[in-house]
């Protein structure tokens, strides 16, 4: 792909990525507006709205997997962890945004691609954290991925992100390799 293509193309899926947070969602020709491209552009990188949903996820969970690396070589596996998890509900707004604007048969597609990927993040935090002695060794990425289910759910009211705050504070106490009798 020539680099203005792969710009026009990165752009129509920040526009995107944006614009999925609004209720109610866009149009495409509004998408592609902001984006400063014509509407030929963008249905030639995302045919449906759905592509263009799938693209915004697939970023998003690219994003949050490539991120691991580089927190757990600035900050204590726990510290990195919480980070991560902060982020994870930063993603989950918009997750709480996309419930308009796709159908069933589409979450199950997003959720069947990202799962793996996430998962294995939050193993790579675990592993960290438990070998510096800072996470408790019985818990593992699928459950604490259950256990931040919660981020999903919570409505989007101003003080969301205080709210997420607090509740992940818990989930994080709980993770202490202290807190293992």
Do not use: C
């Not at 019985?138 to 289910?149: A, I, K, N, T």
């Not at 101003?158 to 607090?166: G, H, I, K, L, V």
């Amino acid at each position: 792909m020539r680099s203005d293509a792969e710009r026009n193309r990165q752009r129509l899926v920040d526009v995107a990525r944006e614009a999925l947070e609004t209720e109610p969602p866009p149009t495409m020709a509004a998408v592609a507006r902001a984006a400063g491209v014509g509407q030929g552009t963008l249905y030639r990188n995302f045919p449906t709205w759905d592509d263009l949903v799938m693209a915004v996820h697939r970023m998003d969970v690219a994003e949050l997997v490539d991120m691991v690396p580089g927190l757990l070589e600035r900050e204590p596996a726990d510290r990195a962890l919480r980070t991560w998890l902060d982020r994870l509900a930063e993603y989950g707004r918009l997750k709480k945004g996309l419930g308009t604007a796709i159908h069933a048969a589409m979450l199950e597609q997003l959720a069947g691609e990202g799962y793996a990927p996430v998962v294995g993040a939050i193993d790579r935090l675990l592993e960290a954290g438990r070998t510096q002695g800072l996470v408790r060794a019985d818990v593992g990425g699928e459950e604490l991925l259950l256990m931040v289910g919660f981020l999903w759910r919570l409505e989007l009211t101003p003080d969301r992100d205080e709210r997420s705050a607090r509740m992940l504070d818990v989930v994080m106490a709980g993770l202490a390799a202290s807190t293992v009798g």
